[in-house]
């Protein structure tokens, strides 16, 4: 009977330290979402998705000629403009700037470039300075 309660003790000293010790003792470090963004939560994205909820708003007859007219010039610029910084100037870590505008690769070592906001060309995800994959897609970046 001694044992049983000995080892019931344990058991339950154990299981209090497992369900405490994330709150006494948090990790410093949050988690990292190594998910790549969905398509539809990109700039790019979204303004695509609006541009074909107007036109499906049109055909449905739910969109007058002139709302159809507004609201597409304002979300074609919308595209527009979210469309281009993946034309904006692309780096190789280790060449640097790359005259390759719409190139995925580097030229001269064959790595991922990167576009100026420090994010991949390929998949768009941000990729962390001390990176050698990117964490969306897996291209080399290093």
């Known amino acids: 009977?001694?044992?049983?309660?000995?080892?019931a003790g344990v058991v339950g000293a154990v299981l209090l330290w497992l369900v405490l010790q994330p709150i006494l003792a948090p990790?410093?470090?949050?988690?990292?979402?190594?998910?790549?963004?969905d398509p539809?939560?990109?700039?790019?994205?979204?303004?695509?998705?609006?541009?074909k909820e107007i036109?499906?708003?049109?055909?449905?007859?739910?969109?007058?000629?002139?709302?159809?007219?507004?609201?597409r010039t304002r979300y074609t610029?919308?595209?527009?403009?979210a469309l281009e910084p993946v034309a904006a100037v692309v780096h190789c870590r280790r060449h640097g700037a790359r005259?390759?505008?719409d190139a995925l690769y580097c030229s001269e070592c064959g790595n991922g470039l990167l576009a100026?906001?420090?994010?991949c060309v390929r998949c768009g995800f941000a990729i962390p300075p001390d990176?050698?994959?990117?964490?969306?897609?897996g291209v080399l970046v290093s």
Not at 27 to 37: I, Q
Not at 40 to 51: H, N, S
């Open 40 to 51: 539809e939560e990109t700039p790019q994205g979204i303004a695509l998705l609006a541009l």
């Open 77 to 81: 610029a919308a595209a527009v403009a």
């Open 131 to 137: 990176a050698a994959f990117c964490p969306g897609c």
């Open 99 to 101: 005259p390759e505008g």
């Open 116 to 119: 100026s906001t420090g994010t």
């Open 55 to 71: 036109e499906f708003d049109r055909a449905t007859g739910k969109l007058s000629e002139a709302d159809y007219a507004a609201l």
């Open 1 to 7: 009977m001694l044992i049983e309660a000995l080892a």
């Open 27 to 37: 990790d410093s470090a949050p988690p990292v979402d190594s998910d790549p963004p």
